[in-house]
């Protein structure tokens, strides 16, 4: 099925570091979500994004929705250990949930080096 | 509280044998869902749910069958697998309120 273009698809970091990544779409959404799935779980909701240009923080992590309403981005500052694990990203392009697909990104895997 | 609670947690079936996966949510959501995952890959859609009525069959094979049978249960009975369906299977829900979708834990599937 379809995709969206996540970036990066992996990255190594050392603990402290901030991180960004990205998602981008040919087509237009309106609700991006940021999920962090850890081995062996599901994926946990982190942030999820209604509006053209808004901000969102929870925490360290902050995600923007984009203003062309395509793309969004997440960012983590000062990383830990326990922000290792796969980051998608999901776009939702209907107004219910019930009657149309939800389209996730193909992850980012984020490592921290010792 | 965004609890999906999903059971059993790891499963190993036969080819021929017939098994379900349960899921179970109270937190008033009215669409319920069934994904796949592969590892390393994004959690692809199967079912969706809609106030208790499938509405949305993402062309999978009639070995996999949905099951709602209330607003809080989602079942997925299983028969006749193949190896290759062995996989993380997920269940979600979502509000009517506001446009999110929560998953459980997931069902690691072993088809033998």
């Known amino acids: 099925g379809q995709q969206l273009n996540q970036s990066p698809q992996s990255m190594f970091i050392q603990e402290g570091e901030d991180v960004s990544m990205n998602c981008t779409s040919s087509?237009?959404?309106?609700?991006w979500l940021w999920y962090k799935q850890d081995p062996g779980e599901g994926p946990v909701l982190l942030i999820a994004?209604?509006?053209?240009?808004e901000l969102t923080s929870n925490g360290r992590l902050t995600a923007q929705f984009g203003i062309t309403r395509k793309d969004s981005f997440l960012n983590i500052s000062a990383s830990i250990p326990s922000d290792v694990g796969i980051y998608f990203c999901?776009?939702?392009?209907?107004?219910?949930?019930?009657?149309?697909?939800?389209?996730f990104g193909t992850g980012t895997r984020l490592t921290i080096i010792p | 509280d965004t609890e999906v609670t999903q059971t059993p947690k790891h499963l190993v079936m036969g080819m021929t044998n017939k098994k379900s996966l349960k899921c179970e949510q109270h937190?008033?959501?009215?669409?319920m869902y069934w994904y796949k995952q592969k590892a390393k890959k994004p959690p692809e859609l199967m079912f969706v749910?809609?106030?208790?009525?499938?509405?949305i069959n993402e062309s999978v094979p009639s070995r996999f069958s949905p099951e709602c049978p209330n607003s809080s249960l989602l079942n997925l009975h299983l028969h006749a697998l193949q190896p290759e369906d062995s996989a993380l299977y997920l269940c979600?829900?979502?509000?009517?309120?506001?446009?999110?979708?929560?998953f459980g834990e997931g069902s690691w599937l072993t088809v033998v």
């Open positions: 994004l209604y509006k053209a240009g």
């Open positions: 999901a776009g939702h392009s209907g107004t219910n949930f019930g009657n149309e697909k939800l389209t």
């Open positions: 087509s237009i959404f309106n609700t």
């Open positions: 979600a829900s979502s509000p009517q309120t506001r446009n999110t979708i929560y």
């Open positions: 937190m008033g959501h009215r669409a």
């Open positions: 749910y809609s106030y208790e009525k499938l509405s």
